[in-house]
């Protein structure tokens, strides 16, 4: 089992960059593929972005595509979104999440979830 943990949200405005961590327990986060989803007020949950367990292989919802980037430091348990050019549509709580199985770009296909954190873009 592992625990995630998110942090790096706040307010920005538009244009502007965060990067957001996820921290995770355990000695095998290594062997997970994690993932980005958000979810807006009033919207559904919808997948950001998503990496392999050896950070071989990225994923991107075409919304993001060339504006965030994915990546992780296994070492130290780290999954990190670097969010560029933000715009207010991308406001939204932002969850990252575990998967023994194949990466996926689907919520149902992770089992392990983080609380999410706040990222508000103003115009």
């Known amino acids: 089992q592992v625990q995630l943990v998110e942090s790096g949200g706040g307010l920005v405005q538009a244009g502007g960059s965060l990067r957001l961590s996820c921290a995770a327990s355990g000695r095998t986060f290594s062997s997970y593929a994690m993932g980005w989803f958000r979810q807006a007020p009033g919207k559904e949950r919808e997948f950001v972005a998503a990496?392999?367990?050896?950070?071989?292989?990225?994923y991107y919802a075409d919304s993001v595509k060339g504006r965030f980037t994915i990546s992780r430091d296994n070492a130290k348990n780290t999954v990190y979104l670097q969010m560029n050019s933000l715009k207010p549509e991308d406001t939204a709580v932002y969850y990252c999440a575990a998967t023994t199985g194949v990466v996926g770009v689907h919520g149902y296909e992770y089992d392990y979830w983080g609380q999410g954190t706040q990222v508000t873009v103003s115009s």
């Open positions: 990496i392999t367990w050896s950070g071989g292989s990225l």
